[in-house]
């Protein structure tokens, strides 16, 4: 599926191995070094993703993720964070802000076709999947794309949607971290159990009380209550 996807990299060693790449597998790109470039951009053509480096000159990716979600017009664009950060906090924070999923630097350019591919099947799927489901106090408006916790509006991100809509299909069932992995980012699980657990733990919070109910089974996976 060919798809036009915006890079926002300040590295232009690196902007142009992500560009080749993704041109190569068939999608139309375009790469920004800065925020400003990236954002005149948006007003002209919006894309189906985009690949964001959280360090940037002028303004860092995730008040660039923050911006987008503010912004009705870009709040739907799907958003791949890129970062050189390993620290865990780093990561969660791009979560919170609205990524919907993360690479960290180095990774292979298959892996970073992978996701996008997953993430462009994910959202070319997604309206021809529309569902309402009610588990407790959660209850999901899949035509709205929005989530509900003991009667309150929840934000998540894309991949924390799915995730929730997931367990809710399956509630009282548990999930491995392989299956998870291959239905929600369609791909292997093989090194990526922190993709899974950190989604996880963000989508908890945001829960509230209601996120106890998605419970851990030690060396298995996870069930919803």
């Not at 799927?125 to 408006?141: A, K, N, P, R, Y």
């Amino acid at each position: 599926m060919m798809a036009l996807i915006y890079i926002v990299e300040d590295d232009n060693d690196i902007l142009e191995v992500e560009s080749f790449a993704l041109k190569n597998s068939g999608h139309e790109v375009k790469g920004f070094s800065n925020a400003k470039d990236f954002y005149a951009a948006l007003d002209e053509r919006l894309p189906k993703a985009v690949v964001l480096d959280i360090m940037l000159p002028d303004e860092d990716g995730i008040k660039i993720v923050q911006r987008l979600r503010e912004n009705k017009g870009w709040a739907e664009l799907q958003v791949i964070m890129v970062t050189a950060k390993t620290s865990e906090i780093d990561k969660v924070k791009g979560l919170d802000a609205g990524a919907d999923d993360y690479l960290t630097k180095p990774f292979g350019v298959m892996e970073l076709i992978a996701r996008v591919k997953a993430l462009l099947r994910r959202t070319d799927t997604q309206d021809s999947q529309s569902v309402s489901l009610t588990h407790g106090e959660l209850s999901i408006d899949d035509k709205k794309h929005a989530v509900y916790a003991e009667g309150k509006l929840c934000e998540l991100t894309f991949k924390e949607y799915e995730l929730l809509k997931m367990f809710m299909e399956n509630a009282g069932i548990v999930l491995t971290r392989e299956r998870i992995m291959d239905r929600i980012w369609g791909m292997d699980y093989s090194g990526e159990s922190r993709t899974v657990d950190m989604h996880i733990k963000t989508l908890r919070r945001k829960l509230g009380n209601e996120g106890n109910r998605i419970r851990t089974v030690r060396n298995v996976g996870y069930v919803l209550e």
